[in-house]
Structures are given as structure tokens and as C-alpha cells.
T-cell receptor
Framework: GQQVMQIPQYQHVQEGEDFTTYCNSS?????IQWYKQRPGGHPVFLIQ?????EVKKQKRLTFQFGEAKKNSSLHITATQTTDVGTYFC?????????FGQGTRLTINP | GAVVSQHPSWVICKSGTSVKIECRSL??????MFWYRQFPKQSLMLMAT?????????EQGVEKDKFLINHASLTLSTLTVTSAHPEDSSFYIC?????????????FGDGTRLSIL
């Protein structure tokens, strides 16, 4: 199945600093989804990327899908305390979603 | 938006008890639902794919006799942890997709925290 490596595992930033998490695969992905899970909560869908080189923005969040469709990134500009949580990338196969290890973001206000 | 309801939120019970967790799609039909398990500070691990009207597909290493899945209708899947033991204590989450086309976002229930004493 499609597996991804996500780095870093943890990231602690000062509020206002930027944050980036990376998702890498050894195989070409048909698509990739990103989810956010707040502490104690459940994953919430953020975005889906399908096209090679695709870039999508949601306010302060920028999502990229690599040209070779083997990597993806999520960048948050000027983090806020509400951004705290774990961010997961997840390629979706024919049926199922397989989550990366996640990047846990903590923020110092 | 699509809503998935999971019940109960918390379960604390004695070792040897069987626990049933329900997952419902409230405003859409879900021919397929997914069950995940998440240990503290770890990622979500897919346990099984629940298919309406047919047998569930289990991931490698997941005991089908231990984790019974029933998907009797288009809006309800249940996971029963049989004869639960302390090592089964975890956060169990279900999800479902809207629409028949691929790919598409998955909508998650709030999860069930299971503690076996």
C-alpha cells in the first residue's frame, strides 16, 4: 500500500512564526489529503491535492503537491494559538486512507 | 456538511467485557466506513474497512474474531471489541466518505475512548 513519511514529528514555535510539515513517498501518489487533529479531538479534513505541482491556499495555510507527485507540504504563515494540533498527510488509495505519522505543532503564545 | 456520529464517547469497563461502538452517518449514506485505532501520541492506524451488506476487510495484524464489525445498513456500522483486555485500551475512531467518486474527504466521528481495567 501507499505509505508516507512525515517530518518533523514535532515542532514547537513562537506565535507568529511560520511552520512547515513535509510528507514524502517513495512511490507516485494519485492524490494526497491533509487533516488536522486538535488535542483530544478527531481528524478534520483540510484539503485534497490531485494534480502534479498543485498549490492551494486556505488563508494562512498553503498546500503543495510535488511535480513528481511523491511529496507534499503544508506551510502555515504567522502561526496562531488556534493552529495547535497534529497535522497528518494521507494518500488515498482505491478505498482506504493511510495516515502519515503526523507532525505535532505546539505554539508558545 | 457531512456528519458522522459515534457512540459512546467514553467506555470504562472490566477486563473480559465486550464493548460495542456505533458509527452513524447522519445526513448521508455510506456504503463504506472505516475503523481506526489511535494510541496516545501516535498516528491513526486503519483497522478495517466496513462494507454495507458484506464482510469487513481487515488490515494485516488485526484479529477479525477480536474486533467484530457489522455494517447492517447504509448509515450504521458497529465495532465490537470482544473480551476486551487492558491492551485494547485506545481511542477508536470511525470515518465515512460522502459520494461514490474517488478520491474524496473522509468525515470522522468524535471517537470512543476505551479504557479496560
Amino acid at each position: 500500500g501507499q505509505q508516507v513519511m512525515q517530518i518533523p514529528q514535532y515542532q514547537h514555535v513562537q506565535e507568529g512564526e511560520d511552520f512547515t510539515t513535509y510528507c514524502n513517498s517513495s512511490t507516485t501518489l494519485s492524490n494526497i489529503q491533509w487533516y488536522k487533529q486538535r488535542p483530544g479531538g478527531h481528524p478534520v479534513f483540510l484539503i485534497q491535492l490531485v494534480k502534479s505541482g498543485e498549490v492551494k491556499k486556505q488563508k494562512r495555510l498553503t498546500f503543495q503537491f510535488g511535480e513528481a507527485k511523491k511529496n507534499s507540504s503544508l506551510h502555515i504563515t504567522a502561526t496562531q494559538t488556534t493552529d495547535v494540533g497534529t497535522y497528518f498527510c494521507a494518500p488515498q488509495g482505491a478505498q482506504k486512507l493511510v495516515f502519515g505519522q503526523g507532525t505535532r505543532l505546539t505554539i508558545n503564545p | 456538511g457531512a456528519v458522522v456520529s459515534q457512540h459512546p464517547s467514553w467506555v470504562i469497563c472490566k477486563s473480559g467485557t465486550s464493548v460495542k461502538i456505533e458509527c452513524r452517518s447522519l445526513d448521508f449514506q455510506a456504503t463504506t466506513m472505516f475503523w481506526y485505532r489511535q494510541f496516545p501520541k501516535q498516528s491513526l492506524m486503519l483497522m478495517a474497512t466496513s462494507n454495507e451488506g458484506s464482510k469487513a476487510t481487515y488490515e494485516q495484524g488485526v484479529e477479525k474474531d477480536k474486533f467484530l464489525i457489522n455494517h447492517a445498513s447504509l448509515t450504521l456500522s458497529t465495532l465490537t471489541v470482544t473480551s476486551a483486555h487492558p491492551e485494547d485500551s485506545s481511542f477508536y475512531i470511525c470515518s465515512a466518505r460522502t459520494g461514490g467518486g474517488l478520491p474524496g474527504p473522509q468525515h470522522f466521528g468524535d471517537g470512543t475512548r476505551l479504557s479496560i481495567l
